[in-house]
């Protein structure tokens, strides 16, 4: 009896656990692919917000990524060092972070560039993408002017332009 109550809940736990995952991949800006531009995969990701959302993403990510970053959070992004040196191909980075980017991931990725605003980075990563890589905007951190759907609209609103072209 205890044996077959402990695989009901397990199983409940499992069913819980796989519409949680599914419902957190159809979240707006979380994860969100938005097309394929030249053999190159856009996805949004700006409510990553956190280090640990962001190394979640990755995570799920095996080709190679031109990684939009940044905000005004402040953030301590070590451990995601070893997720940057195994996926990342280039970091483009947004905001006050742009320093602290760079230097943290200084010998794990060997391609960094600034960008002044969300026009300029998609425009960069449009420019240096390759086929088959994916352009990920996953902040890591917090931005003390805009929310992440304001920051995720404005990606959305650049990728959508790139596809007009």
């Not at 990524?65 to 005004?72: D, F, H, Q």
């Not at 980075?93 to 943290?104: A, F, P, R, V």
Request: aromatic share 8%; hydrophobic share 40%.
């Amino acid at each position: 009896m205890a044996s077959g109550i402990s695989s009901k809940i397990l199983e409940i736990r499992k069913e819980s656990i796989k519409n949680s995952m599914g419902n957190l991949q159809s979240m707006p800006h979380r994860q969100h692919y938005l097309g394929t531009i030249d053999g190159v995969m856009y996805y949004d990701d700006s409510q990553a917000e956190n280090v640990n959302a962001t190394w979640f993403t990755f995570e799920n990510i095996v080709n190679p990524v031109v990684w939009i970053v940044g905000g005004n959070g402040h953030n301590n992004y070590s451990e995601l060092i070893p997720t940057a040196k195994k996926s990342v191909r280039a970091i483009i980075s947004l905001g006050e972070e742009k320093e602290n980017i760079q230097m943290t991931f200084k010998g794990a990725v060997n391609e960094f560039y600034e960008a002044k605003d969300m026009e300029e980075a998609v425009s960069i990563a449009s420019i240096i993408a390759e086929e088959n890589d994916i352009v990920l905007f996953s902040p890591a951190c917090k931005d003390n002017v805009m929310d992440y759907s304001e920051r995720g609209a404005q990606f959305e609103q650049e990728v959508s332009k790139l596809m007009k072209e």
